[in-house]
């Protein structure tokens, strides 16, 4: 008994698909690591600033921010000195600490989506 394969049918459209998808769920998974990293170093006093952290997604592209009025006053002043080890660059700082996992989070995300196709 021999087998021949006659013809193959691709389908590009399902693998494109697929790493889109992937790479927009990475994209949420390292906005929301970002948050929780920049959540974590964000100088505190009564918590505001901390509890102001959002996460905005924008079709292909996700934000941070922190939405207290002063947020950009504190990240202007690396000088100012902080209780219990905090920064005034915190969320320059949280992307320095989390560059190195955002490709981890598309490459995840891609992989999962792959195993769909």
Do not use: C, K
Not at 73 to 100: I, K, Y
Request: glycine content about 12%; aromatic content about 6%; hydrophobic content about 40%.
């Amino acid at each position: 008994m021999s087998l021949r394969i006659t013809r193959v049918d691709l389908h590009p459209e399902r693998g494109i698909a697929a790493v889109e998808r992937g790479r927009r769920h990475g994209n949420d998974r390292a906005g929301e690591r970002l948050l929780e990293r920049a959540v974590a170093l964000a100088p505190r006093l009564t918590g505001e600033l901390a509890d102001s952290g959002v996460l905005e997604h924008d079709g292909d592209e996700v934000a941070v921010g922190f939405g207290v009025e002063y947020a950009p006053v504190l990240h202007a002043h690396p000088e100012w000195n902080f209780r219990g080890g905090h920064t005034a660059r915190w969320l320059e700082e949280a992307m320095e600490q989390e560059a190195g996992d955002v490709l981890d989070s598309w490459a995840g995300a891609i992989r999962t989506e792959l195993g769909g196709v």
